[in-house]
């Protein structure tokens, strides 16, 4: 383990809450254990614990170590740690690093970590290098893993006027007989930002396709809420 991983750890054990951390655990199903450190003071440990170890910048090698390092520990305040060091650098990755996001996104999975890594990096990293939407996105969507095919539905949440219209819808239709929840509400979401974008063709493409209750409530929100008296 590197030292970074274990200074973060003693920082970690100081402000553990195990009382926090029950309840923590309990909202995630039972699934993760916790140390019990709301969000405001996790990022405030992580500032304080990322900022002499970034400057100068390490190599990209010792930030791919450490991430995976963290997302090997129980408590899941390390993972969430692991995806904030990497959007601090994110800049500095390039389309090697797409590998590393994919296998981050089916271990230990689940929408806390999943929705992170799909809207705040996988998605810029795409967009940077849209050559590569063949070879990871088109291959998710047709893989057998519930997360990966999230993952695809919500990569381009934040794309705004660059969404490929053309691919999301293509990728709803081809998951829209899905009655998995955790697709059904990614299909939704997808549309719903979509629509603070293009709202007509986000209300066409729901007039015209047969999608499920949820995930048709889930794309009309904003626009419905946009039409509601003051």
């Not at 200074?7 to 199903?29: C, I, N, T, V, W």
């Not at 254990?33 to 003071?41: M, N, R, V, Y």
């Not at 692991?82 to 689940?110: C, G, M, Y």
């Amino acid at each position: 383990m590197n030292e970074w991983i274990a200074d973060l750890q003693h920082r970690f054990a100081a402000s553990a809450d195990p009382g926090e951390a029950q309840r923590m655990k309990a909202y995630m199903r039972h699934q993760f254990e916790f140390a019990g450190i709301k969000s405001p003071l996790r990022k405030e440990i992580m500032k304080a614990w990322s900022q002499p170890l970034l400057k100068p910048a390490p190599s990209l090698s010792l930030i791919e170590e450490t991430v995976r390092g963290l997302w090997e520990l129980p408590e899941r305040e390390y993972a969430y740690t692991a995806i904030d060091l990497l959007a601090k650098q994110l800049k500095r990755l390039d389309d090697s690093h797409l590998s590393l996001l994919e296998s981050l996104v089916v271990t230990k999975p689940w929408w806390d970590t999943v929705d992170l890594l799909a809207g705040g990096l996988i998605g810029p990293l795409l967009l940077r290098y849209p050559q590569l939407e063949r070879e990871y996105p088109e291959r998710w969507i047709e893989s057998d893993q519930l997360w990966l095919q999230r993952t695809a539905l919500l990569y381009q949440l934040k794309y705004k006027q660059n969404t490929d219209k053309d691919r999301l819808f293509d990728y709803i239709r081809r998951k829209a007989d899905s009655r998995e929840f955790f697709i059904c509400k990614a299909i939704g979401w997808a549309l719903r930002e979509y629509s603070k974008t293009e709202a007509d063709a986000v209300i066409r493409f729901v007039g015209a396709e047969k999608l499920s209750p949820l995930s048709e409530r889930e794309a009309l929100k904003s626009i419905q809420r946009g039409n509601d008296p003051a």
